[in-house]
């Protein structure tokens, strides 16, 4: 890339700046402050304040900075008597409609400990009680401006806040419409749950016919909070800092796979003010969700983690101090027979513990331990390329890059819940013009941005893609003939026609071949992977599907796992070092058949069924713990210093430390002091682990890091063709009335048992796991109403919901995202897609 | 203005015929809406969400553009539409009376509507007649220089269901 600059004279001064900047970044970046409350860097310029205006030699007015972009030769003023009495004009005006007591009163300076300004400002409180008084970007241009007075009378708006949501509200009162937050949450974060409604001097902020946020698909990531300029957007129950001490930490969340980096406001008594995402290197609304930002804090506040050790006696569990509880344990593991003991560990805990929790397990059984991983994404992947003599190009993945050019291809990934960041990354590409096919036969919330969105059935995905190559290949047959095996699969394909495929699919042809334009007319695709992808029963298929496309096109795959320290195991489970649970079904039976006795917990399990003796080890007192026969504290992430990987297969060291008075101690503490009570050496490489080299050296020496050039040939084995048969010749409305294909989707929060929906308050108004999504067409012909509670039947069991139409769902589908709790939830997720009747429930 | 039960259709059939043939492309958005205007009279959420389903774009965005042009309304009951121009033109020929007249009238301030009548009265800015001007439009007829006493005619009119009026030549 060639690096251009513009060479520009601003206020006499020479700036060098980069092409494409706007004049008031470049005059930022030369230090000169130009005053304005709508423009932020990473958001798109409205020039709606039009405090930024400057005075640029030739044009015929002023012109707003932060929407002009920096010439060569241009010479710019940006302040002058003129310009400074402007400013200070319009910011009378916005000052017209905002309580401005907080900046002209002369009580000000004792208002905070006599409250005389609380009637003054039309606002319940006045600025005392204002959010951001203090913090606020209006004050901080008023301060520049040095405003002295408001000409006009000042509006009372009287417009009534939003008090219904959980972790965010909002006072129009405040608002100065800058459009930041719309802007940010259409642009940014892809939501475009913030509107501007209405002209003229009702002009407010709002949501979809009004509704609150929690009723808008608003995800609450929070990012409105970080952009508004005055206390318009705030954080519920967050009020400004006057002067307090406060302690900033940052830390790694390792809630899900992103890991992204978020920063802990404590106050002096060590209580917590607020968690945001970082704004070390990108600004804060570039990453983190609620999750992190409002979940985390509740855990903490509430103390939640750090749970005493408990164990079994003849009145139930009790308290004990760890001393005892691992005696216990240990007395019992002396006398238990290593193959009726199982070690069952999830992802959550860092990778030191979850390495010396492995060689615990090993050592004792001399067996394996298993990973419980329902997702089973990245291993299936590998074996896979195994199978097939393929290898995909990670190349993305290793590099520690995600795609930064070029056009994106997603299919089953709701990436805006399984991936936030990357799908913040691909909204930014999007805006420079990069193009996005969707295919999803499930919920997609990221599917309204794209280019092109196509719905085939669930199931059917691979079909969706083979009539896209086929067309393809009938449409450009000279550019594909790169590598080998193409005669083969046209030959294979040639019984097939692509309207016959298209319509087995679900799709239509039209969109097939708006589909194919576009692939054909772009270049430098990627193929997103979702676990959704994989977890169902034609995985191979679809695998198959996008490897024959993304060879014909060069394209890159990129699977996206969605859980902390996936990619790791993934890579420990590839090389044989640990196995694979999908589900627990299988572990049950063992259970049920006394072939297990024993079983060690590290993390959560959704297990009905409990053994003879039962260890959870886990920073959460979760539901399995309340069954355990010793539970044993874990750590949890913000309480100790160290290693996660995230969804890059990047390790992430967490240095923050949480103060904690309880009795705790992390993982491979705990299991060192077991192994000494068993008489077992101590963990060969225990320390070495915790040493930071150790996990990046078994990363690197993975060679899923480094691309070897594999097989690369077009494949369409036999069995794949007959399956194309039997799909195209299967009766598809074998669905009989009531019945629907259920889409069993991911839910990240459930994490190591805590579950955020009921253990947060307002987080279940928030994301409800109970929604059912149905197409609103199949909700009239059930007879169903929205909100309406129901009964979806299968085979064996059956599982209540809430009823919510969502245009998204294709007619015949039900979407159920449930935090997956016990074994018959663990077996529904494991499957991907089932069969199931809604039914009303009659309490 | 036609009703909301068309021929015995219900929104969902009518939306999906206005649809029909339309590419959803995102510039078809604000035609798309007239007809649904024209066709239904007002926009209940679903049919929002159903176009936004269709075009691509986010329901709260629509509800945005609705809310911004006075051409498109949210309630359902306003039989009658009265628009009193008030642009340049019309406002030196005295619309702000005019205005006050049917307020007065039918006792409903400006951005108003009566459910009781199914009246709706509201103000709007040029309607690019002003030769003719004070206009008002009453259900989409134009009537042209309108003064005090035919205000009262037009009322009238109204409630007693008769649509009778002398349409000005446009």
Redesign the interface.
């Known amino acids: 890339m060639e690096e251009k600059t513009v060479k520009l004279k601003i206020n006499g001064q020479l700036v060098e700046a980069e092409a494409g900047v706007s004049v008031l970044q470049a005059a930022r970046q030369a230090g000169i402050y130009i005053p304005s409350l709508c423009e932020l860097e990473e958001l798109p310029a409205t020039a709606s304040c039009r405090l930024c205006l400057v005075d640029i030699k030739g044009r015929p007015s002023f012109i707003p900075a932060c929407a002009t972009r920096a010439e060569d030769g241009m010479e710019i003023v940006t302040s002058s008597d003129e310009l400074e009495r402007l400013r200070l004009d319009i910011l009378e005006m916005i000052l017209s409609e905002h309580p401005y007591f907080c900046l002209l009163c002369g009580e000000k300076a004792t208002c905070h400990d006599l409250k005389v300004t609380m009637a003054k400002a039309f606002e319940p409180g006045g600025c005392v009680f204002c959010p951001k008084d203090g913090q606020c970007d209006l004050q901080r241009v008023a301060s520049y401006l040095n405003i002295k007075k408001v000409s006009f009378k000042l509006r009372e708006r009287s417009r009534f806040q939003w008090l219904k949501d959980p972790f965010i509200s909002h006072n129009p009162n405040l608002c100065i419409l800058c459009g930041r937050c719309v802007n940010v949450c259409g642009e940014i974060r892809g939501e475009n749950v913030l509107t501007v409604v209405n002209r003229g001097e009702t002009t407010a902020i709002g949501t979809f016919y009004n509704h609150p946020l929690k009723e808008s698909n608003c995800s609450f990531c929070g990012a409105c909070l970080d952009v508004c300029p005055t206390g318009a957007m705030s954080e519920k129950g967050l009020f400004a800092d006057r002067g307090e001490k406060l302690n900033s930490q940052e830390m790694i969340c390792s809630l899900c796979g992103c890991g992204c980096e978020l920063e802990i406001e404590s106050r002096e008594d060590g209580s917590w003010r607020r968690i945001s995402p970082s704004s070390q290197d990108q600004p804060a609304f570039m990453s983190g969700c609620l999750r992190g930002r409002f979940g985390l804090k509740e855990i903490l506040a509430g103390n939640k983690p750090g749970e005493s050790p408990y164990l079994r006696t003849k009145d139930g569990l009790e308290k004990v101090s760890l001393e005892e509880a691992l005696s216990a344990l240990a007395a019992r593991l002396k006398e238990a027979r290593a193959e009726e003991t199982a070690f069952v560990f999830s992802e959550s805990a860092p990778v030191e513990d979850l390495l010396a929790f492995v060689s615990l397990g090993q050592d004792f059984s001399q067996r394996d331990v298993f990973w419980y991983y329902p997702e089973n994404f990245l291993s299936r992947l590998k074996g896979f390329e195994e199978q097939n003599r393929l290898e995909f190009d990670y190349s993305s993945l290793s590099s520690n890059q995600w795609p930064d050019k070029g056009c994106f291809f997603i299919l089953d990934s709701d990436l805006k819940s399984e991936a936030v960041t990357l799908w913040l990354k691909i909204k930014k590409q999007l805006r420079a013009g990069a193009r996005l096919i969707t295919l999803d036969s499930g919920f997609n919330s990221v599917e309204v941005q794209a280019n092109l969105k196509l719905k085939p059935l669930p199931g059917r995905e691979y079909l969706a893609l083979l009539a896209i190559f086929k067309l393809w290949l009938e449409k450009q047959p000279g550019s594909l003939k790169f590598y080998p095996g193409l005669e083969e699969l046209a030959g294979k394909l040639s019984h097939y026609q692509v309207e016959e495929l298209a319509a087995s699919s679900g799709l239509s042809v039209a969109s097939v071949e708006a589909a194919v334009n576009l692939l054909a007319g772009n270049n430098h695709w990627t193929f997103i992977l979702g676990e959704r992808f994989l977890r169902q029963a034609s995985w191979q298929e679809n695998l198959l599907a996008v490897w024959n496309l993304s060879l014909g096109l060069a394209a890159q795959i990129l699977p996206v796992s969605s859980k902390i320290n996936e990619v790791f195991l993934a890579r420990l489970a590839t090389q044989g070092k640990i196995k694979i649970m999908t589900e627990t079904r299988n572990l049950e039976d063992l259970i049920k058949g006394k072939k297990i006795r024993n079983l060690y917990v590290y993390g959560d399990l959704p297990l009905d069924e409990k053994p003879e003796f039962l260890v959870v080890h886990n920073p959460f007192f979760s539901r399995l713990g309340k069954r355990s026969d010793v539970f044993l504290p874990a750590s949890f992430f913000p309480e100790q210093g160290n290693h996660f990987v995230d969804n890059r297969g990047r390790l992430k060291k967490n240095s923050f430390c949480l103060k904690n008075e309880a009795e705790l101690t992390s993982g491979r503490q705990a299991f060192n002091k077991l192994r000494e009570k068993l008489r077992m050496a101590e963990c060969p490489d225990s320390e070495s682990v915790g040493s930071d080299n150790q996990p990046e050296a078994l990363l690197v020496s993975d060679h899923m890091t480094e691309f070897k050039s594999g097989l690369k040939r077009y494949l369409l084995p036999e069995e794949m063709v007959l399956k194309i048969q039997s799909n195209l010749t299967e009766d598809r409305g074998g669905l009989t009335f009531g019945e629907f294909m259920v889409v069993v989707e991911q839910n990240l929060d459930l994490y190591s048992g805590f579950d955020f929906p009921t253990e947060v308050s307002g987080y279940n108004q928030a994301r409800n796991p109970e929604l059912v999504l149905i197409n609103p067409e199949d909700v009239g012909r059930q007879g169903l109403q929205a909100g309406q509670a129901v009964k979806i039947n299968f085979a064996k069991d059956t599982l209540g919901g809430i009823i919510k139409p969502d245009f998204g769902i294709i007619p015949g589908v039900l979407v159920i995202r449930p935090l997956i709790t016990d074994s018959f939830l663990s077996h529904i997720y494991e499957q991907g897609l089932v069969r199931g009747a809604v039914e009303l429930k009659n309490d | 203005m036609k009703n909301d039960t068309d021929g015995g259709r219900g929104v969902?059939e009518v939306v999906e015929s206005l649809l029909a043939g339309l590419p959803p492309d995102r510039k078809n958005l604000i035609f798309f809406l007239h007809e649904v205007q024209r066709e239904l009279g007002y926009f209940s959420?679903?049919v929002?969400?159903?176009a936004?389903?269709y075009f691509?774009?986010?329901?709260?965005?629509i509800?945005?553009i609705l809310?911004?042009y006075s051409a498109f309304k949210?309630n359902q009951s306003c039989v009658h539409q009265i628009k009193v121009c008030q642009g340049t033109a019309c406002h030196v020929r005295g619309s702000e009376a005019i205005v006050k007249e049917f307020s007065r009238l039918l006792g409903l301030k400006p951005g108003e509507f009566d459910s009781r009548i199914g009246v709706s009265l509201e103000v709007v800015n040029c309607l690019g007649c002003c030769a003719i001007g004070p206009v008002v439009v009453v259900d989409g007829k134009y009537y042209a220089r309108v003064n005090i006493k035919e205000v009262e005619k037009i009322v009238a009119g109204l409630t007693t269901g008769e649509n009778s009026h002398e349409s000005a030549e446009v």
């Open positions: 969902p959420e679903e929002v969400l159903q936004a389903h691509s774009v986010s329901p709260a965005e509800f945005g809310t911004f949210l």
